[in-house]
């Protein structure tokens, strides 16, 4: 029987507040208007705020969905909470070549964009065509593909013009090019490569890096696995071959954030993991993700999570979106595999080193009107086939988000955030991916997870 989850989640989305009951206050959606400014800049001395370590409460709505908060409240009680600004920057050449550099200790910048061996594997790929089915022993069938002659010929004549031994040359941002979808790769001094890509340009900016130890590289965590068709035919179980601890790698992590200098990142969490090429499982280890944490916060890599709302509105006053910061790793026993960095902005100064937070029996109010409006549609939608559906919410930490400024480009604030994690009956036995709701703590407002979602 179809389960009510996915119209819930659906709806988390796309609700509109034309025809909700009303809830014990309204919430409201963050604008950055003047009131919330006023709050950010305040110099009254605030109450300093004491937090429980649980919250377990059941709530009904409309006698169809059940929310059960079983959720651990992760905060720190009676700290300073201080805001933030940061102002965008980009990873550019001379950034590029600081953070390899730190990440990966003394490397020479391949001269190749790609190796021999990595165009031979382009070759087998592109002549192996495309996975249609398995047939009756279980064997994978694959068919060329329709251009396959186009796929092949560039790599064939690529190949005959690159050397079979790589050649290499200093690590520098003179001699490093970035341009738009470029990739390049360089050597370590185990004599391995790590390939790496950028996206963005030097003109334009680069959002984003990413570097791995092949070159085609899929990461899974322990949860796609468990769910199985990780890969096609397969039955889910868990990983059973990590050959390294979760101490021992996020030690590994933590040297290399001390090395970058970004202390200010605490890890938002730790994943069972499996690396893969073309459906070949080449290692197993851990996925550990880093995100900015201030004033006795948690670390959030809120990006990575599938994000909540249900508020739309006017984006007039904004020009372009503020993409949260994190870091993510892959480690193996054989060290670090994966490493990408998402969104690097510039710390700015403190502007005010206090902020006045809400109480927390205030946010939790806010929380519970939120689940209300999102899940108190029609009665009639909730009964017959759709049975009864329970939304489980696991934990509520308190972490910084980027709250932009109203008409202002360039700035924005590192705010203190209440990050509610939830996931619906359905996908928890399906083991799958949580969700996430943003409270600004300053105002209960809404705060925007990533572009043009609430």
């Known amino acids: 029987m179809q389960r009510l989850l996915a119209a819930i989640l659906i709806t988390l989305l796309l609700l509109t507040l034309a025809c909700q009951p009303t809830p014990e206050e309204e919430p409201i959606v963050n604008r950055a208007d003047s009131q919330a400014q006023e709050a950010i800049f305040s110099t009254t001395a605030p109450e300093k705020r004491v937090f429980p370590d649980r919250w377990d409460e059941e709530m009904v709505i409309n006698d169809g969905v059940t929310v059960v908060f079983e959720a651990s409240v992760e905060a720190e009680s009676n700290v300073a909470h201080p805001i933030i600004e940061i102002s965008r920057t980009s990873f550019d050449s001379e950034t590029i070549v600081d953070i390899i550099s730190s990440a990966f200790g003394n490397v020479r910048l391949r001269e190749q964009e790609k190796s021999y061996d990595e165009l031979l594997y382009d070759l087998w790929y592109a002549e192996r065509g495309s996975f249609e089915d398995f047939d009756e022993n279980g064997e994978a069938v694959w068919l060329p593909f329709d251009d396959m002659a186009e796929r092949v010929a560039p790599i064939k004549e690529q190949l005959a013009k690159t050397p079979t031994v790589s050649t290499y040359i200093d690590f520098t941002a003179e001699n490093l090019e970035i341009e738009h979808g470029k990739q390049f790769a360089v050597g370590l001094e185990d004599g391995s490569d790590m390939c790496i890509s950028v996206y963005g340009s030097e003109s334009e900016g680069v959002s984003r890096i990413w ?33 390294i601890t979760q101490e021992e790698a996020e030690s590994i992590a933590e040297e290399v954030l001390t090395r970058l200098g970004r202390e200010d990142f605490a890890l938002s969490g730790a994943f069972k993991a ?40 006017d984006e007039t006053a904004y020009v372009l979106p503020w993409e949260p910061e994190d870091i993510g790793l892959y480690i193996t026993e054989n060290g670090i595999e994966s490493f990408s960095w998402d969104n690097i902005y510039t710390i700015g100064e403190e502007v ?39 939304i489980y919410v696991t934990r509520v930490a308190l972490t910084t988000s980027i709250s932009q400024v109203e008409n202002q480009t360039e700035t924005a604030y590192l705010v203190p955030t209440w990050a509610i994690f939830y996931i619906g009956d359905d996908e928890r036995e399906m083991y799958g991916d949580e969700h996430l709701l943003l409270i600004n703590a300053i105002d209960g407002s809404l705060i925007k997870q990533y572009a043009d979602v609430y």
């Open 211 to 243: 570097c791995r130890k092949l070159w085609i590289l899929n990461v899974q965590e322990e949860s796609a696995v468990m769910q199985g068709d990780a890969i096609p035919g397969e039955i889910g179980a868990p990983l059973e071959n990590v050959k």
């Open 274 to 313: 499996r690396a893969l090429q073309s459906w070949e499982i080449v290692s197993e280890g851990w996925i550990l993700e880093y995100a900015p944490a201030l004033g006795g916060t948690q670390g959030i890599a809120y990006g990575n999570y599938n994000p909540s709302g249900m508020l739309q509105t």
């Open 352 to 390: 005010n080193p206090d902020v006045e937070i809400m109480p927390f029996d205030e946010v939790q109010t806010r929380i519970r009107n939120y689940f209300t409006y999102a899940l108190s549609w029609s009665e009639g939608s909730q009964s017959g086939a759709h049975g009864t559906s329970v």
